[in-house]
């Protein structure tokens, strides 16, 4: 049964629920509160954050200390982020409330919340539909021809090895070892979680287009029950960068507490990426709300932010992001993709039965692994590095532009 339309508007409370439940419940003490910033008709999500819990840079610790002293409220537990982060432990207090009021002291933006990105975006909470059982197997390029060498990072739920069996997908061969264990697929029995395996999927999208034999690709579990805040994601990259990748691939995303770009990502540019990792390409999803407003990292300059086309490849879709801020768009609509076997509840309630090993499934998150996968592929047909790929990626797309399309990767 299909699911419900990702832009109607009577789901979006229980889809914020749903996130909420996955994120909170999650063993071994991965779990965190999460809550969402409601616009003031209450009919879109601003931004999401995990709750009790704000971020500022080290060199201003002293004036936030003093700041919550004026106004006047207990001082946080503080503790160490991240690329010269502190992270502020501010106990049951709401942190979206809490950073409103430091920000009338302090200036906007000084203190944050730590905002959560999710695989999909606010005025609907999931990828552009839920997957749908499917037949027919995963669409391949064949290898490409050449000498180079690329490694990939998938930055999402990590891997599922059960699905190489059930999908008889033979490119997982690319997977490394040291991939971590998407654990999580299902909550008890065959009963698949929602967003369970994702990342599995976004990486055979990637090995449908780069090919499996000149190219490693190393997935990371980060994304949790869907969403992930912004402290631990940067973490992982740079745990990913400093192990040494070429390519990173990211289908999650999040908008922000007064539209500003998130401090963690902001600090992982500034520490990380500008002066010592020069030739890492990052590539993101766009999200999934048919809006331009600014959705990060995709929308940072150094980032290049992926959007989806129709099925055909001969427009956008109506649910992906678009603007200025999007570089290219590769198709997002109906991929099939690797799928655990089992049974899957829709929002809806309806559910429905996989056993085939594959799906149908829409959104950027499987756009951006395409476009990834056309990046690892210039670089092994032209033995070239990934900045130089990436370059000679989206200048074939400006020329396969469409009107009111825009920069278009063919796959």
Wanted: charged letters at 20%.
């Amino acid at each position: 049964m299909p699911p419900v339309t990702p832009r109607d508007p009577r789901r979006l409370p229980a889809e914020v629920k749903r996130l909420q439940q996955n994120l909170e419940q999650r063993p071994e003490g991965r779990g965190f509160p999460v809550k969402a910033r409601w616009n003031e008709a209450e009919t879109e999500v601003d931004y999401l954050y995990r709750n009790h819990q704000l971020v500022c840079d080290e060199a201003d610790l002293e004036d936030v200390l003093h700041a919550f002293d004026g106004i006047p409220a207990e001082r946080p537990a503080v503790s160490d982020g991240p690329v010269g982060l502190k992270i502020l432990d501010i106990g049951d207090r709401d942190a979206a409330d809490l950073a409103d009021t430091l920000a009338d002291a302090l200036g906007d933006g000084v203190v944050t919340p730590n905002h959560v990105l999710d695989a999909q975006g606010h005025s609907s909470m999931c990828p552009a539909t839920e997957p749908l059982p499917w037949v027919a197997p995963v669409h391949d390029f064949p290898e490409p021809v050449g000498s180079g060498r690329a490694q990939v990072s998938v930055v999402d739920t990590g891997y599922f090895a059960d699905i190489r069996k059930q999908s008889g997908y033979a490119r997982f061969s690319a997977v490394d070892g040291a991939s971590q264990a998407d654990d999580e697929v299902f909550s008890t029995g065959t009963a698949i979680r929602p967003y369970g395996g994702h990342g599995t999927a976004a990486a055979a999208t990637l090995l449908s287009v780069s090919g499996a034999s000149n190219v490693g690709v190393h997935l990371r579990d980060c994304l949790v029950g869907g969403g992930v805040d912004e402290i631990t994601i940067v973490e992982d990259l740079e745990a990913v960068i400093q192990a040494g990748v070429d390519i990173i691939s990211i289908q999650a995303g999040t908008y922000t507490r007064a539209g500003r770009t998130p401090k963690a990502f902001d600090a992982f540019f500034r520490k990380v990426l500008r002066h010592h990792h020069k030739k890492v390409v990052l590539i993101a999803a766009a999200g999934n709300d048919g809006s331009d407003r600014p959705f990060w990292p995709a929308a940072y300059g150094w980032c290049a932010a992926v959007g989806a086309l129709t099925h055909g490849g001969d427009a956008r879709t109506g649910w992906t992001n678009y603007g200025h801020w999007v570089d290219v768009y590769a198709s997002g609509e109906n991929i099939v993709v690797p799928f655990p076997n089992g049974k899957y509840t829709y929002l809806d309630t309806s559910s429905a039965d996989f056993t085939q090993g594959h799906a149908l499934w829409s959104g950027t998150s499987f756009a951006t692994p395409a476009v990834a996968g056309m990046i690892a592929r210039r670089m092994i047909e032209r033995n070239v590095d990934a900045p130089t790929a990436r370059d000679i990626v989206l200048a074939d797309a400006a020329r396969s532009s469409l009107p009111n399309t825009g920069p278009r990767v063919l796959v």
